[in-house]
């Protein structure tokens, strides 16, 4: 089974404060992908990888970078937290065309 | 870009009956995944569906590509089915571009 390993379930950080959220897949997957997802919004990319150290805007990249060091491993780095990216953060992984698989999301709050 | 829309939005069922939810797409798509995601907020890939039918157990889906529509069939539901359920589709090929979701049909399975 695939498995999309998010560090933290809950967080909560101030305004102003630097943010990492780390996502480790274990099947050797090409594509990483992070998602946020808000009541009325749906799920909207932010940033997505199809390969080490390369990076690719999705539909809302404002106020986030990402790192991409190692296949398995993708963060999403909130450069200065801000109240309106409390949202719960989803990371997926695939291989090519094939099957979409999530993690277990990370409830972010700033306060 | 693509605009993918899922109806009903609201669904409320008694246990034991079927159900049919339907996913339009306004564009031609590579590929088409079903998804659903569980009370505590688990995004779990039900198919991989980008033409034809495929079925698991009660659950089975249909992919008209030609016409833009996909269908998600559900028999004989469980309170376990409850939840959300996201039909994605990715229109520019290679997987690596990131799903665009609909905005989910919500369901709710009564005992």
């Known amino acids: 089974d695939v498995k999309v390993t998010q560090s933290s379930r809950y967080l909560v950080k101030r305004t102003g404060e630097k943010v990492f959220l780390e996502c480790v897949q274990d099947?050797?997957?090409?594509?990483m992908f992070w998602y946020r997802q808000d009541p009325g919004l749906g799920l909207r990319l932010i940033y997505f990888?199809?390969?080490?150290?390369?990076?690719e805007k999705g539909d809302i990249p404002e106020g986030y970078s990402v790192s991409r060091e190692k296949k398995e491993r993708f963060s999403l780095i909130l450069e200065s937290a801000s109240t309106n990216q409390t949202s719960m953060y989803l990371c997926?992984?695939?291989?090519?065309?094939?099957?979409?698989?999530f993690g277990n999301g990370t409830r972010l709050t700033v306060t | 870009g693509i605009q993918v829309e899922q109806s009903p939005p609201d669904l409320i069922l008694q246990e034991g009956a079927n159900s049919t939810l339907r996913c339009n797409f306004s564009?031609?798509?590579?590929?088409l995944q079903w998804f659903h995601q569980n009370p505590w907020g688990q995004l779990i890939n039900l198919f991989y569906?980008?033409?034809g039918t495929k079925q698991n157990g009660r659950l089975s889906a249909t992919t008209v590509a030609t016409e833009r529509y996909s269908l998600l069939y559900i028999s004989s539901s469980q309170t376990t089915d409850s939840g959300v359920y996201f039909c994605?589709?990715?229109?520019?090929?290679?997987?690596?571009?990131?799903?665009?979701f609909g905005k989910g049909t919500h369901l709710i399975i009564q005992p």
């Open positions: 099947m050797d997957h090409e594509n």
């Open positions: 564009d031609s798509v590579n590929n």
């Open positions: 569906i980008p033409s």
């Open positions: 990888s199809y390969d080490v150290k390369m990076k």
């Open positions: 994605a589709v990715d229109y520019s090929g290679g997987g690596a571009d990131g799903l665009t």
């Open positions: 997926a992984s695939n291989g090519g065309n094939s099957p979409l698989h």
